[in-house]
């Protein structure tokens, strides 16, 4: 039988190259875009490793249309999956048009592509931002969403709706909106992860550098929150497994199952964690003590947000595997081998 393929753009990326794997492992082709604007080409040899074979790559931005259709006209496939996007919140509130150009640009393109090409299944990258700071917790699919407080959070809403309106508009297209938690973690070989260019925004890539000794001192950004120990709570979905909720989304859209054209999906582990417990649980996964002081709360940062994944569980039949500890073990292993510390 001829394998399905599945367009992945930002392939290179953090997410990116944990879904390819997890696409290849069960089965399907992929066929990698990435510009690498934010990613090395390592990532894909790295992704190539792992599954023993090479990986078909495109080297394009996904920005310039004509150079898109070339990847259409090339390839034969029924389902993209788009992760091709900027990410970091603070920067897009200074530089907000260069968010909403590339975000926005690159994603409508795609679904451009995607309609004149006749090609039906579109799986869009959201996030649990959208949820903002909600007013019941945990937060399900039907948790309205809270104005986006940054260009960053409104690229993904915008695309969420763009999304929704398309495949109610376009009989052909089918669309599924994931909304990732706090991805965090690496592949158990250490050949991919994440790899975030200067000093890390998110909690886990700041974790690991401070304690490869590249950060002398990590921030605990609020220590007053309405919380338990008083720091922030997050539901940290491992890489790995929230590859696999890739998986049975494009499984679910290839095998005609939806119910409706545009469904949308939690993908988190249900539990939420907060920053002093996760500090915790990575020196004793690790054996490690890290170097961290409170400071400050963070502008826009919510005091908690965590995910209801009943849906994900029954209508896809994904559920979170990994261990926590496991996760935290694999995060450092990777930074190791990135830095070559023994
Ligand atoms: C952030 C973004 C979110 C985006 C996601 C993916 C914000 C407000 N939200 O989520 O929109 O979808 O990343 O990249 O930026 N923390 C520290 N010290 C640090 C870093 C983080 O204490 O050095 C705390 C934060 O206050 C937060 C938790 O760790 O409570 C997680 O932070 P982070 O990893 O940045 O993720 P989010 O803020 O949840």
Redesign the pocket.
């Given at each position: 039988m001829m394998k399905e393929t599945v367009l992945v753009s930002g392939g290179a990326g953090y997410i990116g190259t944990h879904t390819a794997v997890a696409l290849i492992e069960a089965g399907y082709d992929v066929v990698i875009i990435d510009n690498f604007s934010n990613s090395e080409p390592a990532a894909v040899e790295g992704v190539e490793k792992i599954v023993g074979r090479k990986v078909c790559l495109e080297e394009v931005d996904t920005c310039d249309k004509e150079a898109l259709r070339g990847v259409f006209e090339r390839h034969q496939f029924n389902t993209v999956i788009h992760f091709a996007a900027y990410?970091a919140?603070?920067e897009s509130m200074s530089e907000p048009l260069k968010y909403y150009q590339n975000n926005l640009v690159s994603y409508m393109n795609i679904l451009e592509m995607m309609k004149e090409y006749g090609r039906p299944n579109v799986l869009f990258s959201s996030?649990?931002?959208v949820y903002g700071d909600a007013e019941q917790l945990p937060v399900t699919e039907q948790t309205p969403r809270q104005p986006a407080t940054?260009p960053?959070?409104n690229t993904?809403q915008i695309a969420e709706d763009i999304l929704h309106d398309c495949c109610r508009a376009y009989e052909g297209m089918r669309g599924i909106a994931l909304r990732?938690f706090?991805?965090i973690g690496a592949h158990q070989s250490a050949l991919i992860g994440e790899l975030p260019r200067g000093v890390?925004?998110?909690?886990?890539p700041?974790i690991t550098q401070t304690a490869a000794g590249i950060r002398e001192c990590?921030?605990?950004?609020?220590s007053d929150y309405d919380t338990p120990d008083g720091?922030?709570l997050?539901d940290y979905i491992d890489v790995n497994d929230l590859a696999k909720a890739h998986v049975a989304a494009v499984a679910r859209m290839t095998s005609g199952k939806m119910e409706q054209r545009y469904e949308i999906f939690n993908v988190g582990t249900g539990n939420p964690v907060s920053?002093l417990d996760l500090i915790t649980r990575f020196e004793k996964a690790n054996g490690l003590k890290l170097n961290y002081k409170m400071v400050e709360r963070?502008a826009?940062?919510?005091p908690a947000?965590w995910a209801d994944t009943t849906l994900a569980n029954e209508v896809l039949g994904w559920k979170a595997e990994r261990d926590l500890d496991d996760t935290l073990r694999s995060s450092w292993e990777w930074e190791k081998r990135v830095r070559n510390i023994s």
């Open positions: 990410k919140v603070g996030s649990a931002t940054s960053y959070g993904k990732y706090n991805p890390p925004n998110n909690l886990v700041f990590l921030s605990v950004f609020g720091t922030c997050r920053v963070r826009g940062d919510v947000v």
